[in-house]
């Protein structure tokens, strides 16, 4: 942790060196509360709330662009209960207990700019993992994710580093990171220390056609503090016309759970429809998850919307209902607030 603020603190001295203009230029910044209902199969339900402020700073010298840092620091909470629903709470992986608060580093990194025409960037921090569609679709604090659950891919943002750019109109980016997650520290209960690379390669995000190729490698913390050796390869595509979009997520790889599933070989598929209106106040998807765990298999549907109720606060709802291997339905409301 102590590197990486010495790294954005030496970036902020070069800037000034460098005759860095008013501060306040190319800055932007969002303040963010939430609040989330989640309610999972017979478990308790869980209150999580979210209090943060998202930062996006470019600071140039007189000649050139130096390095952009995106700050995301949010404090989270949660809370499980009424105890009257009797069944036992379900603690969140991100905490120590089922009622608890604790910091979470969204994306909290400095992308230095080696090359001007975006060739090259090094990015340091904690960073989202290149890998799949989750990686190019902003999902956070939304009700809507892509499936990066802690026995899948594993984490959704680690502390580490990335070289990224666009090249011929193609979009790369490769990191070694931690495998840690939200903490900076990284030791399994065993003494072992994780460390993982990741990486994908695709066509530019923006176009109405859109594809990846993703590959991870390594060891990675499970929410226990146990070591898990992960491998994945992934193909995503987009293709939007008008206001509907599908979207899809193909990934096969090896290493599941705990140690003992090291060796497991594991599918993923996923597949989206989505709609927004005009003025994009209202979006609205259907997704299907089909997994496979060695010769286990979870299926899940999830309808879910998203609306902008005024000018700063938005709405989501999601309904998951989880066919195999046994039947459950998940609700997830929240109300947030951006300004």
Not at 46 to 75: C, E, N, W
């Amino acid at each position: 942790m102590s590197r990486i603020l010495c790294t954005f603190l030496l970036a902020i001295g070069t800037g000034a060196v460098a005759s860095v203009a008013d501060v306040g230029d190319n800055f932007r910044y969002s303040a963010d509360v939430s609040s989330r209902f989640v309610k999972m199969g017979e478990s308790d339900p869980m209150q999580l709330a979210f209090v943060g402020v998202d930062l996006h700073k470019i600071f140039s010298s007189t000649r050139r662009d130096l390095v952009t840092f995106t700050l995301q620091p949010y404090v989270a909470f949660v809370r499980n209960g009424p105890a009257g629903w009797d069944k036992p709470p379900r603690k969140h992986p991100i905490f120590d207990g089922s009622s608890d608060w604790g910091m979470q580093w969204r994306v909290f990194n400095a992308n230095f700019k080696l090359m001007q025409n975006g060739l090259l960037n090094l990015r340091l921090g904690h960073i989202e993992v290149p890998f799949g569609i989750e990686h190019i679709i902003p999902t956070n604090g939304t009700a809507l994710n892509y499936a990066h659950q802690a026995n899948w891919v594993g984490i959704k943002a680690d502390w580490g580093a990335s070289l990224n750019g666009v090249w011929r109109g193609y979009e790369y980016e490769v990191a070694a990171l931690r495998g840690s997650g939200n903490r900076y520290a990284s030791e399994a209960l065993t003494g072992e220390s994780p460390f993982f690379v990741s990486g994908r390669f695709g066509s530019d995000r923006s176009a109405d056609f859109v594809w990846g190729l993703s590959l991870l490698n390594g060891t990675l913390l499970t929410p226990s503090d146990g070591a898990v050796e992960r491998t994945r390869y992934a193909l995503d595509l987009q293709y939007y016309y008008g206001a509907f979009g599908a979207i899809g997520e193909f990934a096969l790889g090896t290493g599941f759970g705990g140690p003992p599933a090291n060796d497991s070989d594991v599918r993923q598929f996923i597949a989206e429809f989505n709609w927004r209106t005009p003025r994009e106040t209202v979006l609205a998807w259907v997704q299907v998850v089909d997994r496979s765990v060695d010769k286990s298999t979870s299926r899940a549907a999830l309808i879910g919307a998203e609306w902008l109720l005024l000018r700063r606060v938005t709405a989501s709802a999601q309904l998951t209902r989880h066919m195999e291997p046994i039947t459950s339905n998940d609700f997830l409301l929240q109300l947030r607030y951006r300004y």
